[in-house]
Each structure stands twice: as C-alpha cells, then as structure tokens.
C-alpha cells in the first residue's frame, strides 16, 4: 500500500491536534461548570447548615429566657418590658427580647374610645372606622343583635362568607382577621399592639412597647423616647422597673410572655423562634405552659434593630 504524501500526512496530524484541543478545551468547560455547581451546592448546603444551627440555637435562647423569669428576686429575674438581652451559645450571639402581654391592648376588653384612639392613629378611613370598631364589637359579645354599623350574622352572608361572627370573646389575636372589613394590611399594623391575655381594660405602660405607648392618650413622641431611654438606664443599673409619669398607672399582670429569640452563627445568617408562655403550674410540673410556638424568620430583625448600648450583655 502506497504511502500518503507527505502533505496530507501533515494535514491529517494537523486535524487531529486541532480535535485534541477542542476536546481539551470542552473537558476544561465541563469541569469548570462542575466545579462551580459544586462550590454553588457547597454554599447552599452551607446556608442550609447554617440556617438550621440558628433555629436550634434560638430554641435555646427560648428556654434561657424561660430560665431567667423564673428567679423571685426581681435583682435577678430578667425584665419583661421588651429589653433586649444577648447571650453568647456555642460560640454564637442570640439575642432574646421578653414582652408581658400586659403591655398591650387586650381586644376582648378594649373599650370603643381605646379602639378609635388606635385605630384612626393608625391611618384607618374614618368611613370605615365606626363600621370596624362595631364589627368586633358585634363579634365578640354574646348575642346576635347588631350593633348600630356593626355586623352579625345577616352582613357575613350577604358578603359571601361562610362564617358568621363567634359571638365570644376572641381566642387569639389572628381571629381578628375575620372581622367583616378587616384587611391584610391593616392587620399587620395592629397585630403587634394587641393581645387577648392582658384580661384588662388598660395598658399597663411599665410593660408596654413604644408602638404601644404612642397609641396612650395625650402623649408626644419625644416623651416616649425620653422614658424608653430611661428604662433602658435603669434596666443596664439593675434599679427597679421605671413606670412613666404622664401615663396613667397600672397595675395588670397576665403572667403572659411573649418572647422573641434569635441567633447569628454565622455573619448574616439568623434563624429566630417566638413564643408566648404562660407563667404557672403546667402540665408533668413544669413552671410554664406554652400557648403558642412559631419559627420563622424576623421581619425586623433583633441584631438589626438596636445598637450596643442597648443590649443587656450576660
């Protein structure tokens, strides 16, 4: 067999060098997209890792809290005004935040003039306001005689709902949601300032959040920071618990908490839990009852929100 010339022999050594390095560059291609999937899984897996170590260690910043109410010396029990403490667990910051229900406007007790108060200060149409005011009124009283602009059950059907009002005192604050004219947004607003455990008529202002002692009659902004700053001195000097002058005292307990923990084990990965407890003999002799137990992400979150001099460091 004749040998092939030359220059087709250095032609086809040509198209086969050619061959080797389209196959070298699409083996580099490939392993370099591998290598990047790899590192992009290694990283979510990481934040996964991550995410679920906040969880958990939130969880325990909860029992630490529970812990810490639990002291009779008021020296030694943490406070339950919404002062922010942070703890170190596992090498990690969790930062727990302790509110009594007291604190905040119990709507089963609520009278019309506290609701209009805080509801038209929240921005609510005063059109609609009367209507919603005497929609939960209508929804927690015992009776099905409508309330003048109120709502029973005749105004649920003819909206097209499939319920009708409980006619009882409100069991959680979420029920508020079903109130005839009540809407996702307006809700989100009130959610925060309500409460059905305080079983009281008034706001006890030593216990109660600045979204809350705004909403107290003829009370200024600047006076609100002026006594929040205060019980923060007070809370870092271990003096006892500042009541402000210009509210009306109060003395309402619930020995109801709603407390919020949330953990940072790794810069810019937090996991929080809530949960609200009642303080008291439970169940196999435990001191707390747990009412209610939530994980999930902060909308505001506590490492976040509020500088060092701040914290309660322990």
């Given at each position: 067999m004749a040998a092939l010339p030359a220059k087709a022999n250095a032609a086809q050594r040509g198209l086969a060098l050619v061959m080797v390095l389209w196959m070298l560059t699409l083996l580099m291609i490939m392993a370099s997209s591998f290598a990047l999937t790899i590192r992009r899984e290694t990283a979510v897996l990481t934040d996964v890792k991550a995410l679920a170590q906040a969880k958990a260690l939130a969880e325990g910043g909860i029992n630490i809290a529970m812990l810490n109410l639990l002291p009779l010396d008021e020296k030694l029990r943490w406070r339950s005004d919404g002062s922010l403490y942070e703890v170190t667990f596992a090498d990690a910051p969790i930062r727990i935040r302790i509110s009594d229900e007291s604190g905040k406007i119990d709507i089963n007790f609520a009278d019309p003039v506290m609701l209009r108060n805080v509801f038209s200060s929240l921005g609510l149409d005063e059109a609609l306001l009367d209507q919603l005011i005497a929609a939960i009124i209508d929804w927690r009283d015992p009776d099905d005689i409508q309330t003048p602009q109120g709502a029973e059950k005749e105004q649920y059907q003819k909206a097209g709902l499939s319920y009708t009002p409980a006619n009882k005192p409100?069991?959680?604050?979420?029920?508020?949601?079903?109130?005839?004219?009540?809407?996702?947004?307006?809700?989100?607003?009130?959610?925060?300032?309500?409460?059905?455990?305080?079983?009281?008529?008034?706001?006890?202002?030593?216990?109660?959040?600045?979204?809350?002692?705004?909403?107290?009659?003829?009370?200024?902004?600047?006076?609100?920071?002026?006594?929040?700053?205060?019980?923060?001195?007070?809370?870092?000097?271990?003096?006892?618990?500042?009541?402000?002058?210009?509210?009306?005292?109060?003395?309402?307990?619930?020995?109801?908490?709603?407390?919020?923990?949330?953990?940072?084990?790794?810069?810019?990965?937090?996991?929080?839990?809530?949960?609200?407890?009642?303080?008291?003999?439970?169940?196999?002799?435990?001191p707390f009852t747990i009412l209610k137990w939530h994980k999930s992400g902060t909308e505001h979150s506590l490492f976040a929100e509020a500088e060092n001099n701040q914290l309660i460091l322990q």
């Open positions: 409100f069991e959680t604050v979420d029920e508020l949601q079903m109130v005839l004219g009540m809407t996702p947004a307006f809700y989100k607003q009130l959610e925060p300032l309500l409460t059905v455990y305080s079983k009281s008529n008034s706001v006890n202002p030593a216990k109660a959040s600045r979204e809350v002692l705004l909403h107290l009659p003829n009370v200024t902004p600047e006076q609100v920071d002026t006594y929040l700053q205060q019980r923060i001195e007070n809370a870092r000097a271990g003096l006892p618990e500042l009541a402000p002058t210009w509210a009306a005292p109060s003395s309402a307990t619930s020995h109801v908490y709603e407390i919020l923990a949330e953990a940072m084990p790794v810069e810019g990965v937090t996991g929080a839990v809530s949960a609200v407890i009642r303080n008291g003999q439970a169940r196999q002799g435990l």
